[in-house]
């Protein structure tokens, strides 16, 4: 059967149809199963886009890294920040897209712990490099370390890959298998079936294709988008149409102190100060509403808040973007504190550079390379009187200038062209018609290529510094006048101790001329110790800052003298200390006066002790004489019986003498002064000496022409001489010679100062010289002290050169001693000189007087003394009456008052009346009666002066028979004027030459 066209179409229609339809179903099929295949090729791509990123983020990691470590540059281990934070997210997407695989698994664990590693080993390098230096960066940078890491990484990577490219190939060639299946059931459809399922298939493959393009572009976008994203150097932030904050970068995360974490989904305001939220709001909504590229509030300063609270000035660049979830925006924030903060320094250092501009002392002026004025500021204006600038704009400002100063205008405006600056001084007249000192300054204004543009004038009113230095040139004449005139040294160091400035007395000190002193240091000057002194002082006062003040030796002209030193470190303008600065005088003279004072206060205290033991052991000693004496008196007596009271006698002579040693050196001894030829003194003494010195020992004398008259006590000269002799002798155990020498000596004013004698004039020297062992330096500064020796136990009592230094002093004199070990000694002695015209006539020895029954009141505390007196007195024809102090004598006196001829009484007693001031009573009942006083020591003793009054006679104990007797024949004695101050222990019972020994 025929079938028609129609019947054919329809039956080919319906043929084709159900062709159509068995295959769309098996297409159906084919396509359901296609899609899952484009499913896992679209799953496989997406496992290849993270594996291949994971390589590119471990070589930006590296490079990241090594910029950091050679530069130390914080910004560029951005990329490193961003890889350590997606490498591991990376890894857990992998291995959850490949969990189905188990061929990749095994591939996976490897490849995670190296990734760890190498960020490990970034992490300690980067940590490595910020706490060392450049050393450490160097050698960080040379080495391979985690070299074979990365390889290991981009292997393992690579294997990954491989895998899932061959897992593509395989799931696209079934995939394109199952197309051709569909293809081969659509050809056996009929042309119409085939046309179709090519056509479909035809644009199957080109959807296919256009998708697997589509989403590789996509991919690559994604991921370049996230590089960029991350390594961006602002804080961006992605926001959602409600303002929801769906995405942040790293920087984000540093800026506002939160994780991506806590960001997402929060609303942007929370990253807003609250009191501009509301504000902030509004903008965003207009944003919203027009969206475009622009700045957020670019008319205002914007502020932005971090987790901590804490805000910071910000720029906000908005810029919208469409997404699939709808429109979005992203905000790029900046913090913009640093430049907000720098912004106002700028504003404010403008803003005071224009009001001191406006408010200077100086007058600053702008001129043309021609030197034509442009400008000048307000208060070079008010300074110069000027109301109206213009007249003077654009005119040339070197003609405003005198014709005298202009010459030296125009220099400074050429130094000032040339790229120097240009100086000068000159007077210049204001509107008032004053002419002024002006100071001032011509520096080049520079442009952009560095080329001199225009002419910056600053002008200073000077006239009131030069007035001021005037003052001061004429101030400075006056001090220069004052210090050199001054007798004080006045002396200037630098820092290297080198002489600034001298005065003249300086100078003449030092018998040199300025030009000689200065620039050179203590060391070219002194003796090196002395120079190594004052160096280390100076250093010591420059250190410190302290004053120095002491009081040293000095090298001068004439020899070494002390000085007092006062120094005080010099400062400079700013502060700082740039030398020394310093005053000395002369003080040799005081010093020899302090000295001679120390030695006085030893000698006070040993005369303290002296005059307490003094009046009851010379007592005892006057006892012993006195009872010798009577002994020997007696009569006949055995030879072994005289001997031994000759003993006791010189026992008890040498007792005396050593207390007279005691009174002598702490001078409470009475001096007995009268005028002798010093040269007769030595020859007396010098028969005594022989026998106190051995005969190994020569004595020499060498005495000066004619008589050397001194005031002195004859008995204390020979006292020195003795004192003398014997440390001569022990000093020259083996022999020597001992030489005596006297000459006169004129000490004149210069003399008087640096040798420090006490004053100028004519002076009687003698000079004692010994060939012994010397005397050792370090012992020579205390020869004179009290019971100093260096003699043995038993051989020395200390007193014998303290006793020396007493009577020289006591008669106004000083001593000076010289010696050198093993070269011998020798002690000079200067006493003033006297007129030589009337010498005391030497006493001759008489018989013992005798009285003619005198009645005589004694009055003596000590029992022993008084009765071994009275015994003596009553065997020698006078008649005593006794007591033992003043209130016993008083009763004594009312009793025999008119019988008594002669009162002798011990000046110290107890009951608490005086021998002296029981003596004033009577003799204020009788001025005419005889008095005599007695003592081994009394404190009415000043400087070894008892004032006596006329009637009245003193006798020192311990004192002899004889001095006893001789004393009481002088009292009757009609012719004597009884101003007898001192009793000579040598004289003679005449009692015509016994009124002659007056004090």
Not at 203 to 224: C, P
Not at 855 to 863: N, R
Request: overall charge neutral.
């Amino acid at each position: 059967m025929k079938l028609s066209i129609t019947r054919k179409i329809y039956l080919g229609f319906g043929l084709a149809l159900a062709l159509l339809l068995g295959v769309v179903v098996m297409a159906i099929r084919s396509q359901r199963e296609f899609m899952v295949d484009n499913a896992l090729i679209g799953h496989t791509h997406e496992v290849l886009a993270e594996l291949e990123s994971i390589p590119a983020l471990t070589a930006a990691a590296e490079s990241s890294r090594r910029g950091f470590i050679l530069t130390r540059d914080e910004r560029l281990l951005a990329s490193y920040e961003a890889a350590a934070a997606q490498l591991p997210r990376k890894l857990q997407t992998v291995r959850r897209l490949t969990a189905d695989d188990p061929a990749q698994q095994p591939r996976l664990d490897r490849l995670e712990p190296i990734v760890g590693q190498k960020l490990a080993q970034l992490r300690e390098s980067i940590a490595l490099r910020r706490q060392g230096g450049d050393d450490a960066a160097r050698q960080i940078a040379i080495t391979l370390e985690g070299a074979s890491l990365v390889e290991s990484i981009r292997e393992l990577s690579a294997a990954l890959v491989q895998e899932e490219r061959a897992l593509l190939n395989e799931r696209s060639a079934r995939s394109e298998s199952r197309a051709r299946l569909t293809e081969s059931f659509l050809v056996l459809t009929g042309v119409l079936g085939i046309l179709a399922v090519w056509f479909a298939g035809t644009r199957v493959r080109r959807d296919i294709a256009e998708r697997d393009q589509a989403k590789t572009a996509l991919l690559k976008s994604e991921e370049q988008f996230r590089c960029l994203f991350e390594a961006a150097p602002d804080g961006v932030i992605m926001v959602n149409e409600r303002g929801l904050i769906t995405r942040t970068n790293a920087q984000a995360e540093k800026m506002f102190g939160y994780r991506r974490e806590e960001l997402s989904g929060q609303h942007i305001g929370v990253l807003m100060p609250e009191h501009l939220r509301e504000a902030y709001e509004k903008h965003r909504q207009t944003f919203q509403a027009a969206p475009r590229l622009r700045a957020m509030g670019s008319d205002r300063d914007l502020a932005a808040r971090r987790k901590d609270g804490s805000e910071f000035s910000a720029d906000i660049m908005l810029n919208p973007v469409q997404t699939e979830e709808g429109q979005a925006v992203i905000a790029a924030v900046r913090d913009v504190t640093e430049r907000k903060r720098a912004e106002e320094r700028l504003r404010q250092s403008e803003e005071f550079n224009r009001r001191i501009t406006g408010s200077s002392y100086d007058c600053i002026k702008v001129l043309d390379l021609d030197a034509n004025l442009l400008s000048m500021s307000e208060s070079g204006q008010r300074l110069l009187g000027i109301t109206d600038i213009t007249p003077y704009l654009n005119h040339c400002w070197v003609e405003f200038w005198q014709e005298a100063d202009r010459a030296r205008v125009r220099e400074a405006v050429a130094a000032a062209r040339a790229g120097n600056i240009g100086r000068f001084q000159a007077y210049f007249p204001v509107t008032t018609g004053e002419s002024r000192w002006w100071d001032v300054v011509l520096t080049a204004i520079r442009g952009t290529a560095g080329q001199p543009r225009q002419l910056l004038s600053i002008s200073r009113d000077i006239t009131e510094r030069k007035q001021a230095e005037e003052r001061l040139r004429t101030s400075e004449r006056l001090y220069s006048s004052l210090v050199e005139n001054l007798p004080q040294s006045i002396f200037r160091k630098d820092r290297e101790g080198r002489f600034t400035f001298v005065n003249e007395q300086f100078c003449r000190l030092l018998d040199r001329k300025p030009e000689d002193l200065l620039g050179r240091t203590d060391a070219e000057l002194f003796p090196a110790a002395l120079a190594a002194k004052y160096r280390a002082d100076d250093l010591q006062v420059m250190a410190s800052g302290k004053m120095f003040d002491q009081v040293e030796e000095l090298e001068s002209a004439n020899g070494r003298m002390q000085v007092h030193v006062l120094k005080t470190a010099l400062r400079g303008e700013g502060g700082e200390v740039v030398g020394i600065q310093g005053i000395f005088h002369d003080v040799t003279q005081e010093k020899r006066i302090e000295e001679e004072l120390r030695q006085a206060q030893k000698l006070e205290s040993i005369g303290l002790l002296a005059g307490g033991i003094a009046h009851d052991f010379n007592n005892l000693l006057g006892v012993i004489i006195m009872q010798a004496e009577l002994t020997e008196l007696a009569g006949a007596m055995a030879p072994e019986v005289r001997e031994s009271v000759e003993e006791i006698k010189s026992a008890a002579r040498r007792a005396a003498g050593l207390t007279q040693q005691l009174l002598l050196f702490s001078r409470k001894q009475i001096v007995q002064k009268r005028t002798l030829d010093l040269n007769e003194q030595v020859k007396n003494v010098a028969k005594l000496l022989q026998r106190l010195i051995r005969e190994d020992v020569v004595l020499e004398l060498n005495l000066g022409a004619g008589p050397l008259a001194v005031h002195a006590d004859p008995a204390m000269l020979d006292q020195v001489l003795i004192n003398f002799a014997v440390n001569a002798r022990d000093a020259m155990p083996k022999g020597g010679k001992l030489l005596i020498e006297t000459a006169e000596k004129w000490i004149d004013e210069d003399q008087a100062r640096l040798k420090t004698e006490p004053s100028a004039g004519r002076y009687v020297g003698l000079s004692v010289s010994d060939t012994g062992g010397g005397i050792p330096p370090n012992i020579l500064p205390r020869i004179f002290e009290p019971f100093f020796t260096t003699k043995e136990p038993g051989k020395g009592t200390g007193l014998g050169l303290a006793t020396v230094f007493g009577i020289v002093k006591q008669h106004g004199g000083w001593v000076k001693v010289y010696s050198e070990p093993d070269r011998g000694s020798n002690f000079q002695i200067y006493l003033p000189a006297v007129a030589a015209n009337v010498l005391d006539l030497t006493p001759v020895a008489n018989p013992l007087p005798r009285g003619g029954n005198e009645t005589v009141l004694l009055v003596e505390d000590d029992l022993n003394l008084r009765q071994s007196t009275c015994l003596t007195l009553r065997q020698h024809g006078y008649r005593v009456l006794e007591a033992a102090n003043a209130p016993e004598a008083l009763n004594i006196w009312r009793e025999h008052r008119d019988a008594i001829e002669v009162v002798m009484t011990d000046l110290v007693m107890p009951g608490g009346v005086t021998g002296r001031e029981f003596a004033a009573q009577l003799r204020a009942a009788r001025p005419k009666l005889q008095v005599i006083l007695t003592s081994g020591y009394s404190a009415d003793i000043v400087e070894g002066t008892l004032a006596i009054e006329p009637g009245e006679c003193f006798l020192p104990k311990p004192y002899s028979l004889r001095e006893l007797l001789e004393a009481l024949w002088a009292c009757f004695d009609s012719k004597t004027d009884n101003r007898i101050q001192g009793y000579d222990q040598q004289s003679s019972s005449s009692r015509k030459q016994r009124a002659d020994f007056t004090g």
